[in-house]
């Protein structure tokens, strides 16, 4: 397991016993289908895809304790990669993220009907029916870094429209995911830009900051209530203020690490604009890695910086 690089980030945030929810009603440890017997879309939240990212779970349970009952449909509520989440320690709070390899990069057909057999993909198998049964999808993170929260919403067109619906958080960010493999938010249907199926990834800020626990949940709710899923009014008294505007950022640019070696010329965290076409942003190896154009914005700067993974990707405003 990689290393975590100090940064000075209390953990604010306490693992919930996720143990309660283990039987659910599906057969599958940790997913839960609450039916509402009535006809509606089929709608997926997910948690703790990464186990070190704590407000998911946090949200779930939320959920499940406010008694969430489908008006329409069927909701769906899956801890994604449980075993991670429950080697959780706050005095190393980086090293749940996963158990073999990234849960996030495992969502092509090439990797779930291949041969692979880590602990993450076993689990993603487990999942696959479930997600591709899912007309919406919900898939709640958390960063690196104390930034602002944002919804990454994939390259197309639904994609950009669905996260404006939702109407929180501020930031929007289109992309078209990492070389390393295919996240569960671009699996599938939800990549297809002639399927009605949609998907979001909300990054709901530093992953163990207190106020993480509080986006994950608003956003489940404006989720749900977009979709028509539960009444206007449940649970209002959990929302947070809505923005009043949201800014969405085409990333042009995904750095992917080429080398052995990869160093950020500053302490960058992300949301910074660099404001000159030329200006210097780290090494990869001994290459510079230079802003294509003017007024670049620094996007989740990562400080797993290995060969093969996203070093930070570079966008532009777009509206």
Known sequence: MESWLENNYPVELKSIDITP?????????????IDSGKPGPNVMIS???HGNEL????????????????????LTLAFANYRAYQTFDPGSPMESRFIDEDFNRAWSLSVLDG????????????LKPFVEQSDFLLDIHSMQNKTPALTICGPLEKGQAFAKNIRTPRYIVSDEGHETGTRMRDYEDFG??????????????????????????????????????????FCNDAHLE??????????????????NSFTFAQDFIGFEVINKKGTLLGWDGQKEVLTPFDNCILIMPSKRLYKGQTAVRLGKVIN
């Not at 085409?250 to 080398?259: G, L, S």
């Open 192 to 233: 297809d830009p002639k399927s009605e199926k949609n998907s979001l990834l909300i990054e709901c800020g530093q992953h163990w900051e207190k106020n993480s626990k509080n986006v994950a949940i608003d956003t489940s709710l404006r989720f749900l209530k977009f979709l028509k899923m539960v009444d206007q009014d």
């Open 47 to 49: 948690a703790i895809v």
């Open 55 to 74: 407000c998911g779970a946090i949200a779930l349970d939320f959920l499940f304790q406010n008694n969430i009952q489908p008006i329409c449909g069927k």
């Open 242 to 259: 809505l923005p009043k505007k949201q800014t969405l950022i085409e990333v042009t640019h995904p750095i992917t690490i080429k080398n």
């Open 21 to 33: 929810y283990k039987r659910g009603n599906t057969g599958t440890d940790y997913i839960t289908i």
């Open 115 to 126: 041969s692979r057999n880590t602990i993450e993909v076993k689990r993603a198998r487990e």
